[in-house]
Every structure is written in structure tokens, then in C-alpha cells.
């Protein structure tokens, strides 16, 4: 669920962040002045372009949380923009029907919902509490690991493959 901010303080979160963080001594240098919480949260847009003439580029298409944005989308960004770019120029110049540019959206939406729904797992496993002794539903340092290092490909923007 939601946290709401006015059950929370900075003096609460600093308490938090000094047991979480026990083995360092955390102590803010001047006042705090203004806070807020972050909400995770996925989306992705329902479209990519509007009438072929609009297109929804980067991250304006997709939101996701900070865990997921490993610069994943900088090697297939490129790629993709790319794709766009040229045809656009091939519309533009009567070379081509606007149908073709349809097919950029089909492969950018594809790949955004892959990122939105590894995000939705990745961060579970840090919003989740750890496994102890005295909680083992929490989450394991394997299974973290694991999870970790099966993201690897898909989080430096490696390990994406399109199907056909």
C-alpha cells in the first residue's frame, strides 16, 4: 500500500535510515527543508504516435522505478531512433506508405513492457524485507542474487532480443 506522507516525518525516516544503516552515523549537516516520498510506480504509454505525425520518444513513453533505469534503453534507444529516423525521411519523400511507421512502435512498446514488468519484480525484491531467522517469508540473499545477476542483459541493454 501507499505511505502517507503526513505519518511520516524526516526525523522518522532518519530513525529508519540509522537502523538501516546502523554500522554508519547518519546526521543531516543543516535543517531539512523540504522532503517527499517516492512512490514506485509503472506505466507505459497506450500509444507511441498519434496520427503518424506525434511520436512519444525515450522516456516520455514509459515510467518505471530507479532500480530498472540502468540505462537499459541507451543501446536499443539508439537502435530504435534510428529505425524512426530513417522512416520518417522515407515517408516524408513519398518513398514510402506511413504504415511502415507503425512497425518502430510495435518493437518500442514490445521491449517497454518487457522493462515495466522486470521493474514490477525487481522491485519487489528491494521494496521486500530480507529473510531472518524469525521472518522466512522475507526474501533470500540467493534469491536476490539470482535475480540480480538473470538482470543482467536486460538491465545494461545487452541481453534484449526481439522475437520475429
Not at 502517507?4 to 547518519?26: M, N
Not at 543531516?28 to 503518424?52: C, H, M, N
Not at 528491494?126 to 538482470?151: L, M, V, W
Request: proline residues 4%; aromatic residues 12%; positive net charge.
Amino acid at each position: 500500500g501507499r505511505v502517507r506522507k503526513s505519518k511520516l516525518s524526516p526525523e522518522k525516516i532518519l530513525q529508519v535510515a540509522r537502523k538501516s544503516l546502523r554500522a554508519f552515523h547518519i546526521s543531516p549537516l543543516a535543517d531539512i527543508e523540504w522532503w517527499t516520498i517516492y512512490t514506485i510506480g509503472q506505466r507505459v504509454a497506450s500509444k507511441f504516435w498519434v496520427e503518424d505525425r506525434v511520436f512519444i520518444a525515450r522516456d516520455a513513453f514509459h515510467t518505471h522505478s530507479p532500480k530498472a533505469g540502468w540505462r537499459s534503453s541507451i543501446p536499443i534507444g539508439s537502435l530504435m531512433y534510428r529505425r524512426l529516423a530513417w522512416k520518417i525521411a522515407r515517408v516524408l519523400r513519398g518513398w514510402a506508405n506511413p504504415s511502415i511507421l507503425k512497425t518502430v512502435g510495435i518493437l518500442r512498446t514490445q521491449y517497454t513492457q518487457d522493462l515495466i514488468d522486470f521493474d514490477k519484480r525487481y522491485a519487489a525484491l528491494f521494496s521486500g524485507k530480507p529473510r531472518t531467522s524469525a521472518d522466512q517469508n522475507g526474501i533470500s540473499h540467493e534469491e536476490f542474487f539470482k535475480a540480480y545477476k538473470t538482470a543482467g542483459g536486460f538491465t545494461s541493454g545487452t541481453g534484449i532480443h526481439y522475437g520475429p
